[in-house]
């Protein structure tokens, strides 16, 4: 399987990562990535760059290396109600908007609160792209999130890092096995992501890819195999944004 887009990096806006957004590309480039998300993490984590470094994105090249860059943020989810911490503004510009649950940026609770929050912010139709549920910080119904990724159809991610770099990697890989043989059941759109912090991680999906093939998850439900897959679905993805109402941003989601 060749796998020539990575959308999760960060580079050293990001405050605890350590490459430019330049040494980055140029490591896509050489391992053959033809399409790049810049995503670095929103302003709640400390150390996050502030809202000024999304405004000035535009003026980053479209291409480096003969890498397509698509500027982008991961955000983070905040409370129960899956809200985000980038203004409404912001989501509405950006070319990739990643989501998922961090620590020190979201309070933490039950199974159902947890589940109940990344559920409702996979309904943000301002989110393209669900992050490391595998993490295992915070407990989850892997399930009702793999269920509800295929019936949304926003791709969730097997998250190269959660299984390779992360304290508590057993208890990771145990929770991303799950979620993997959940979203191989139902045919679940994917996404790999190297969530690299350093150039030399771009582009590296060793760990997902061996969890990809233990599960059963098809090429077929791999957005990665082709950048014209994603820029396609990102086009879609944008069309949903018309038919939704951004005066309400509370989300409801129930998955029998």
């Known amino acids: 399987m060749e796998l020539l887009v990575d959308l999760h990096t960060h580079t050293i806006a990001s405050g605890h990562a350590y490459s430019t957004v330049t040494e980055n ?12 998300g810049m995503t670095d993490h929103g302003p709640k984590m400390p150390g996050a760059p502030h809202l000024f470094h999304f405004d000035n994105l535009s003026i980053l090249p479209d291409e480096l290396f003969g890498v397509k860059i698509l500027p982008g943020v991961e955000a983070n989810i905040t409370n129960y109600e899956g809200d985000l911490d980038m203004p409404m503004r912001y989501l509405e510009q950006l070319k990739l908007i990643l989501a998922g649950l961090h620590p020190i940026c979201y309070p933490g609770g ?44 926003v791709p969730v991610e097997v998250n190269n890092s959660s299984l390779a770099t ?43 890819l061996e969890l990809v093939r233990e599960t059963g998850i098809s090429e077929q439900q791999i ?20 038919e939704f109402n951004p005066i309400s941003l509370k989300y409801r989601l129930s998955i029998a």
């Open 110 to 153: 039950t199974c159902e609160q947890n589940t109940q929050a990344y559920l409702k912010a996979m309904l943000n139709p301002y989110i393209d792209i669900m992050v490391h549920p595998g993490r295992p910080d915070f407990e989850m119904d892997l399930e009702k999130i793999a269920h509800a990724s295929a019936l949304l159809n």
């Open 223 to 242: 957005l990665n195999t082709s950048p014209e897959r994603v820029l396609d679905y990102l086009v879609e993805r944008r069309k949903r944004r018309t």
């Open 25 to 36: 590309a140029l490591a896509a480039s050489r391992r053959g990535i033809k399409l790049l």
């Open 166 to 208: 992360i304290s508590g990697k057993d208890r990771a890989r145990n929770n991303c096995n799950s979620i993997a043989r959940y979203m191989s059941k139902y045919k679940s759109p994917v996404i790999l992501g190297s969530d690299a912090h350093f150039w030399d991680r771009v582009g590296e999906f060793n760990e997902a």
